[in-house]
């Protein structure tokens, strides 16, 4: 039975499919076509994925579970992707309430301001310099977080930026993640998230960002260095 509320989902397979994608669908509770194609056509390469997306997102590592659901939730918004329903799910589990998800979609969506502000710096910069946009920028930010806790919201922007590739702002707020007492570890962990729903080239270019940060300014952790 396909669930027709999410393309591609499907929260019941046969009795008789293959054990492999059995336990595929039990970690989920779904299994969804690509997993099936896998299966016909890969097992050892569904074998090899399975494994993969639990240490990704389903065995806890730095962030906590209302923290990495709204990070999700924020970076499939700034991806534009909709098969994600999975992660608000699992944010109501994780004991987020509608405004809270909420909150997560509005940071997704003041990371957007800044390409407008920017836009300013680049074209009209005698009136609107960059340097004017970044405290107006910053306020908008403030209000979108609502009841979001500072340290989560900083690593769910930063992941945001870096899925958009604005990396300047990326940097912005790096460092106030880690006043805000954000680890390494966690945002590791936040911008990880982005193999799926961005890929492996922009993940390449936000670490490479972070890694530029810190060598800007030593105080910040470094991307390489172990916690």
Known sequence: MTDPTVPGLHPDIAADSPALLHQVHGRRGYALSYHRMFQAHAPALLEAYDAYYQQLTLRPRALSDAAK????????????????????????????????ISDSLA??????????????????????PLAAAIPRYLRIFAASRGGIAEATAEITAIT???????????KLH???AFAAGA????VAEALSF??????????????????????????????????
């Open 160 to 170: 945001c930026h870096a899925a958009r590739r604005t990396h300047t702002a990326m």
């Open 107 to 128: 940071i997704a969506a003041a990371v957007e301001t800044w390409t407008v502000l920017e836009f300013g710096d680049h074209h009209w910069r005698t009136w609107t």
């Open 194 to 227: 982005m193999l799926l729903p961005a890929g492996g080239p922009c993940l390449i270019d936000a670490v490479q960002a972070w890694a530029e940060a810190h060598e800007a300014d030593p105080s910040l952790p470094s991307p390489y260095a172990p916690a």
């Open 174 to 176: 790096l460092p106030r």
């Open 69 to 100: 659901e709204t990070v999700w939730i924020a970076l499939q918004a700034a991806t534009r992707e909709g098969h994600g329903m999975i992660h608000l799910k699992r944010a109501e589990v994780a004991g987020l309430t509608p405004d809270d």
């Open 183 to 186: 680890t390494a570890g966690q």
